[in-house]
């Protein structure tokens, strides 16, 4: 079993070597997907053999090597097998295989062909290390890993300089919420330090065995302390998972090539956050308030980004805030932990919706993709419509995939946005003190999930219902996308519908998930009919909604000027990014403008004027230098007699 979890891993780093080394020689071979290929579908199978064949009670270690052993300090880097481990590293692989076969056909012919596989294999790598480290601190070393990646391929096109400034903005923001995540890991490791007394190294303190056995003595002796590592580990997951307020990154990630939009929102990247809270579920459990704090965060969240994806042309950016809005169901799902020992079902439901909303994700973004290549990389659904007639087969992908994410029944997204829904209610005890809470959160994602089905419904309209449309750069025949671009999308259109009925009523992820270590045995989720036929009936009325606007052309600027006012908001975003400059932005640009000055006219001023005094010095008694013999002698006759009268005086 240990070599066949390596492969795990391994399967995308020898990718990405040898695309490097392909990429350096050849930056157009046609061939470079290859490689890419071979080693994603390994990866794949050997993370779905691994899921099928191991003991996840209570988890497996494989040992690999020591990356650093010396003194009192120990880096080994191991793998661990565990139920939470392996389901999340099944839809990293087999999303992320599936969305390579794709870009083969979406890339062909760009001048960086194998540049774009071998940062896509690194991308992959990165994240399947995220999830199998078997300690804190490899699992942040391979998290700046993803960070770094996603930063490269949403800059992948670095000659626009939307692309160029996606990317930094992304990666700052990143780095904003990574830097809380390190303090918190130190902190961690001081407190854990504190409390055992057992010999170990720096790195071993950070073992989540480790953590997870001090956690009761950590919580007696730093019950304050707890508190604030799971803050900043909270301040992590809320970085990259673009939860509010620093979620203004993901849209603006739509400037990077579509497969590289569909790996970022559904297998990589922004599941990255939601992963780290399940993986410290134990310790998190331990600090209810901040659970509760990220399920607001998550409400807000929800609901912020529904709201704006109902005024957004752009297909993808559609797309994009959905990601955003959907991530925020998960955190919801997540707070659940905070109330009655549901923590454990809390991991379930997460990963569930996680699963679910890898695949109809990542169906929905490429299909997006197919529309570009056809209208001429146009993406703005005011340009184009009645696409069903030119590209029936991506008509019926996509349609399976907003089915999916508008929650129509028995489709994947509605029995995991129910297990959230119905873990909500759960977690409305009368004993929890944070039963108001909770109300909140279930009214806040019924209303999020008629929103959904309303942008999702509108978005299907506007791009393959009515008159046929086509803009001046889609040329006069457009076509629909190859086989080998639409069969990734079929695996994904199977997934879509049957992932969550191979879940959802059958429990069988319960089951796998049968017992989290350090948290108390599961339970069976409480199923609430009402709750079904609730969120069925929501996401019904949402869709013909979101139909009937997109037919009859409705708009908030037929509203008045309220509804006018309501929709330039929601068309600008509701200005997040205006009111994060004006909280941020500029304020940090004043005070580092403030400190340039000081540091150009105060420290290094001092030290120019210090270098500058022998050349003054020089300057003053350069008139004794003029190279004429007269004035020699003058100064020799001088200091003759000054040399002369001071003797006599001396005497």
């Known amino acids: 079993m240990d070599y066949i979890a390596w492969l795990i891993p391994l399967g ?25 290929w071979i080693g994603l579908t390994v990866s794949a199978c050997a993370s779905l053999l691994c899921l099928m064949r191991i003991e996840v009670t209570p988890g497996l270690i494989v040992g690999g090597y020591s990356w650093l052993d010396f003194a009192n300090m120990r880096v080994p880097i191991s793998l661990q097998l565990d139920a939470t481990s392996l389901v999340q590293i099944c839809v990293v692989t087999v999303v992320g295989t599936l969305v390579s076969y794709y870009s083969a056909g979406y890339m062909h012919g760009d001048k960086a062909y194998a540049r774009f596989f071998a940062i896509f294999s690194a991308f992959v ?17 391979f998290w700046e890993g993803v960070g770094l990646c996603s930063y490269l391929m949403i800059g992948f096109w670095y000659e626009r300089p939307s692309a160029a400034k996606a990317a930094l903005k992304a990666f700052t923001i990143n780095r904003l919420a990574d830097t809380g995540f390190l303090f918190g890991i130190l902190l961690l490791w001081l407190g854990i ?59 603006d990630a739509m400037e990077g090539p579509t497969p590289v939009s569909a790996l970022i929102h559904a297998a990589t990247m922004v599941t990255a956050g939601v992963y780290l809270m399940c993986r410290m579920s134990p310790l998190l459990v331990l600090a209810p308030g901040v659970l509760v704090f990220a399920g607001w965060l998550g409400a807000i969240t929800a609901l912020l980004a529904a709201s704006v994806a109902l005024f957004q042309d752009d297909l993808k950016r559609v797309l994009a805030y959905s990601t955003v809005s959907q991530l925020g169901y998960m955190f919801m799902g997540i707070s659940c932990g905070a109330s009655n020992n549901l ?10 919706h996680v699963a679910t909303h890898a695949f109809f994700k990542a169906l929905l973004f490429l299909s997006a993709g197919n529309v570009m290549h056809a209208m001429g990389d146009v993406i703005d659904m005011r340009k184009f419509s009645g696409l069903k007639g030119v590209l029936p087969k991506t008509h019926l992908l996509f349609l399976i995939g907003g089915a999916a994410l508008a929650g129509i029944p028995l489709l994947s997204g509605f029995w995991s946005k129910d297990g959230i829904l119905g873990l909500l209610i759960s977690a409305q005890a009368e004993d929890s003190p944070y039963a108001f809470s909770f109300q ?71 089951g796998y998930l049968h017992e989290i270590p350090h948290l108390p045995v599961v339970e069976h ?73 000081l540091d150009l006219q105060g420290i290094d001023g001092l030290w ?44």
């Open 12 to 36: 995308p780093l020898v990718a990405a070597v040898i695309g490097s080394v392909i990429a350096y020689l050849n930056p157009r071979a046609s061939s470079a997907h290859l490689v890419t």
């Open 343 to 352: 923590m454990s079902l809390a991991v379930m439901a997460a990963l569930f």
């Open 193 to 251: 330090g504190q409390v055992t007394t057992a010999e170990s190294g720096i790195i071993s303190r950070l073992d989540y065995k480790v953590i997870f056995d001090a956690l009761p003595a950590l919580a007696a002796a730093h019950p304050d302390l707890l508190f604030m590592v799971a803050a900043m580990l909270l301040l992590g997951a809320v970085g990259k998972s673009a939860q509010f307020p620093l979620h203004i990154w993901l849209p």
């Open 608 to 651: 120019r004027n210090i270098v500058e005094l022998p050349k003054k010095a020089g300057w003053a008694f350069s008139f004794m230098q003029r190279g004429q013999l007269g004035g020699y002698s003058l100064l020799m006759a001088v200091g003759l007699v000054a040399y002369l009268l001071l003797l006599s005086f001396g005497k």
């Open 440 to 510: 909140v959160f279930f009214v806040v994602g019924l209303i999020t999930a008629g929103l959904t089905a309303v942008y999702t419904s509108r978005a299907y309209w506007h791009t393959f219902q009515g008159k046929e449309v086509f803009p001046k750069e889609a040329g006069d025949h457009p076509h629909e996308a190859t086989t080998p671009m639409l069969v990734p999308l079929a695996v994904l259109a199977v997934g879509s519908v049957v992932l969550g009925l191979a879940i959802g009523p059958t429990g069988i992820l319960e």
């Open 525 to 597: 989720a409480e199923h609430h009919t009402w709750v079904l036929i609730a969120s069925a009936a929501v996401a019904l009325a949402g869709v013909v909604v979101g139909c009937l606007s997109a037919k009859q052309a409705w708009t908030f600027r037929s509203a008045g000027a309220v509804g006018q006012s309501f929709s330039s908001a929601g068309k600008s975003r509701f200005y997040m990014d205006e009111m994060m400059a004006g909280m941020f932005v500029r304020p940090l640009e004043f005070i580092s403008a403030r400190l340039s000055e």
């Open 125 to 141: 790598f990165c994240m399947t290390m995220l999830v199998l480290a078997d300690n804190l601190l490899v699992l942040y070393m």
